[in-house]
């Protein structure tokens, strides 16, 4: 489908070559407009969405608009690598703040970095423990920006693949549903195509409040003008023609099935080595190592045979943190299929062993 979409946009003689709008092709717009409102909850018009190149450029577009260079960041902990080096590379502070079973412990933030002009949350899944972010902790968290004037970035990276349960509905949304008519807006929603479609496309958005719009798009149109123009328009047909919303049942149905194929090929392969909870949401797995296996040995030793996983580890900011806690390993089973997904986990029991062996001697 993707083909012939864009084969229809390159044969058309009236092609649009010419330079784009710095906020997106306006049907993409709309579109993304209307999926978010309808499928997660959202509140917004299509001129509050800023078409950007994957959810890192929003991330980036939104630190370098909205922070000074020494202003204090929330960032959960464990929590997502690319959005750290975004805060970092706008001169941020980051805040190391702890997430439980509830997502982003609200009170640990204003213990730790009162007077912080933005927090970063992945509300729907946290990224990479998983939890979904308590409604109570949801209201902590949009009390503590109205009353400060902070910034909430949401991160819906991959919101797309819940398996089980209703999802829902995102924090921008409640933010919109909760405050008063003459409160502003506090989130900035960012979405990405780089989990539904592929990472390579490079599109995703950020939805902001109103008033952020002119300092966002002038951002954008500094750094490098405005995304690919027939990409988007090809992007917009493809939503607008239902073919999105067919893909994505299919694929949450296939990506179900997979995580469950994951379990399996790790119940009968990989007792003792490492524990894999089912996840009712999202792309990877935590695998959890014994006591006293390094991630970081594993990871390596992973690597040596062939299987790309990360560790835990890597997503802490505080070194306490990451001391308190036991070694895992993320593992991503949505790209593989079955034959794929089982050698993987034999080639990971080879590398596990070995990296039980070096922690015993
Ligand atoms: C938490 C989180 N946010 C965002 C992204 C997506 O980034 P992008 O759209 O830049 O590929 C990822 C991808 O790995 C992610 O894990």
């Known amino acids: 489908v993707w083909a012939r979409l864009t084969a229809r946009y390159w044969r058309r003689p009236d092609v649009h070559l010419g330079a784009g709008s710095s906020a997106g092709a306006p049907a993409l717009r709309a579109a993304i407009a209307s999926y978010v409102t309808g499928a997660r909850g959202a509140r917004c018009t299509p001129d509050q969405v800023l078409v950007v190149n994957g959810a890192q450029q929003g991330l980036d577009l939104v630190a370098r608009a909205l922070l000074d260079p020494g202003d204090r960041v929330w960032i959960e902990d464990p929590g997502y690598i690319g959005a750290r080096v975004a805060f970092v590379a706008a001169g941020a502070a980051l805040i190391p703040v702890r997430v439980d079973a509830d997502g982003l412990d609200v009170s640990a933030g204003e213990r ?5 002009r933005m927090a970063y949350v992945t509300p729907s899944h946290q990224f990479p423990l998983g939890a979904v972010m308590s409604a109570p902790r949801r209201l902590a968290l949009l009390a503590w920006a109205r009353r400060t004037g902070a910034w909430i970035v949401e991160d819906d990276y991959d919101s797309e693949f819940r398996y089980a349960g209703r999802p829902l509905a995102c924090l921008q949304g409640l933010d919109a549903d909760q405050r008063a008519p003459a409160e502003a807006a506090r989130v900035l929603y960012v979405g990405t195509f780089g989990k539904t479609l592929a990472p390579g496309l490079r599109l995703g958005y950020v939805v902001v409040p109103e008033e952020l719009i002119d300092g966002v798009r002038a951002v954008r149109a500094a ?9 988007q328009d090809i992007l917009a047909d493809f939503i607008g023609e239902g073919h999105y919303a ?3 049942r299919r694929v949450r149905a296939l990506y179900a099935e997979r995580q469950e194929m994951l379990l399996d090929a790790a119940r009968s392969e990989l007792g003792g080595l490492i524990t894999l909870a089912p996840d009712p949401a999202g792309l990877h797995l935590v695998g959890w190592l014994p006591d006293g296996v390094d991630d970081g040995r594993a990871a390596v030793a992973a690597a040596a045979e062939g299987v790309d996983v990360v560790p835990l580890s890597r997503s802490f900011l505080d070194p306490e943190a990451r001391r308190g806690e036991r070694g895992a390993l993320l593992l991503g089973y949505a790209a593989f299929d079955r034959d794929a997904i089982s050698a993987g986990v034999r080639r990971l029991r080879r590398a596990l062993v070995a990296a039980r062996h070096v922690a015993s001697s």
């Open 112 to 116: 730790a970095g009162p007077g912080a």
């Open 223 to 231: 750094t490098d003008r405005h995304s690919p123009v027939v990409a």
């Open 246 to 248: 067919r893909h994505l």
